[in-house]
């Protein structure tokens, strides 16, 4: 058995876990095919952060155990974070699974597939033992983008948030190992690194005893053939004047502000275990855009929260309406087991979460058809990523969009657009929440 067949679930941070592992049994002579029905070893690689991610972990563990039924597939092995958290429930309940490998040590990878083609039941885990240093990737992303993971783990503890159970406390990799790899990524073609963490703001607290975050984008931002250094994710209180005059500074260090707030109302961050408030925040939001005026802000919203009142709520919608951040993401609270969020009072029905989250998203919207109408007529940069046969359109992404999240420019244009090129393209036209762009015979740029 050595045709190895790869899902990879949730976040960037689980991805770079998964281009680990494909990495290390592609060295160890597996193969790796992309066709599941020839598959003799399936690796599902699970999120399980709430409990809409929890449910497509399930449901694909359970698509591909059919494979044991009429393909060629004798292992099925699940890793990442819900075989961390739900190890015994999934051997247990789910005799498909022959074996689990946790976040802690998904780079014995190849040491649990040979104890399963033992014995079933195999676990090999421990949310503290994950490896900061991959030792090689194989990327899952565009050869003109790739995932930077400087650091594993969470120190937060926000009270409704697994995370910190599953991933363990916040280590920092080492900056020296950091640029290495980043450099070997650019040169390998990456023209935009997306530096990730469950909190890249905390970068180096636990080696240097303070934020290093700054450093560590000016030396990256140094690295020859780079074009964009995007940061994801920023928490708000970790966001010092230094960094913004960092970001602010440099021509490659996108104005790009990923900020998970969670909410505006003070008695709701205190609920939530977040260290900031309204104030500060609105405060941050001003100093960015003041200095920064190009800056795009981007967060999460959680709505539902255990005693979340209508006032709260109302008090968010507000927030929405006056500050009209460009991206915004509204989630409905929830209820995971072993927090203490779950354990609170006055739990929120699920049918007012909902029409709450439709409500925030409904005033989101109509605030980003109002800024994209403002971009008609301006002349953007954009990273192509690729053709649309159907209807004939390139598309791509700027400065103001992160890759697999946010939204895309398509471009109408009578000329050859390379994949992983930056052309200077004319805002024609507001499509939802994407635009429309022409190219000029004269846009093209970084030849």
């Known amino acids: ?68 039924k009429d393909a060629k597939l ?58 900061l240093e991959s030792g090689g990737r194989l990327l899952l992303t ?12 969470c120190d937060n503890h926000c009270t409704y948030c697994v995370i910190p159970s599953i991933r363990g406390k916040y280590r920092s990799r080492k900056m020296e190992n950091i640029l290495e790899e980043a450099a070997a990524l650019v040169r390998n073609g990456a023209k935009e690194l997306v530096v990730i963490a469950q909190d890249v703001s905390c970068y180096g607290k636990d080696i240097y005893g ?25 928490y708000p209180e970790e966001i010092t004047d230094d960094l913004i005059e960092t970001i602010a500074s440099s021509s490659k260090i996108l104005p790009y502000f990923d900020i998970p707030i969670q909410h505006i109302s003070n008695s709701i961050l205190k609920a939530m275990g977040r260290h ?4 500060s925040i609105k405060k941050l939001i ?55 969020a779950a354990r609170l009072p006055m739990q929120i029905d699920e049918d007012v979460k909902i029409s709450r989250q439709e409500r925030a998203m409904e ?41 697999d999240v946010d939204s895309k420019v398509f471009i109408s244009s009578h000329k050859t657009l390379d994949t992983g090129g930056f052309y200077d393209v004319k805002l024609t036209d507001v499509l939802d929440y994407d635009m429309l762009a022409e190219f000029p015979e004269e846009g093209r740029c970084n030849e």
Request: overall charge negative.
């Open 276 to 279: 900031t408030n309204a104030q």
């Open 363 to 403: 005033m989101q919207y109509e605030i980003v058809q109002q800024n994209n109408m403002k971009r008609i007529g301006k002349v953007e940069t954009v990273l192509v990523e690729g053709y649309d046969k159907v209807v004939k359109l390139y598309y791509g992404r700027t400065y103001r969009d992160s890759i």
């Open 210 to 234: 303070y934020s290093n975050l700054q450093t560590l984008i000016s030396k990256l931002s140094e690295i020859e053939g780079l074009e964009w250094l995007r940061l994801h994710y920023l």
């Open 142 to 153: 565009p050869f003109y983008t790739a995932y930077l993971k400087i650091a594993e783990g």
């Open 1 to 68: 058995m050595n045709k190895i067949g790869f899902i990879s679930l949730g976040c960037a941070k689980n991805l770079t876990d998964s281009e680990t592992m494909l990495s290390l049994l592609k060295s160890n002579g597996y193969e790796i095919v992309d066709n599941h029905n020839f598959a003799e070893i399936m690796i599902v690689n699970t999120c399980c952060f709430i409990d809409s991610a929890k449910q497509e972990s399930i449901d694909t563990i359970l698509d591909v155990a059919d494979l044991k």
């Open 286 to 340: 001003l100093k960015i855009r003041s200095r920064i005026p190009q800056a795009v802000i981007r967060t999460s919203l959680i709505v539902g929260f255990p005693g979340e009142t209508e006032d709260d709520f109302n008090e968010l919608l507000c927030f929405i309406k006056e500050f009209h951040l460009e991206h915004v993401g509204v989630f409905t609270f929830s209820c995971e087991d072993g927090t203490p």
């Open 74 to 131: 004798k292992l099925l092995i699940v890793a990442g974070c819900l075989g961390e958290r739900f190890k015994e429930e999934i051997l247990n309940e789910l005799p498909e699974v022959d074996a689990v490998c946790g976040t802690g040590d998904f780079a014995n990878i190849c040491e649990i597939i040979e104890q399963a083609k033992e014995k079933r039941g195999v676990f090999i885990g421990g949310c503290d033992n994950a490896p």
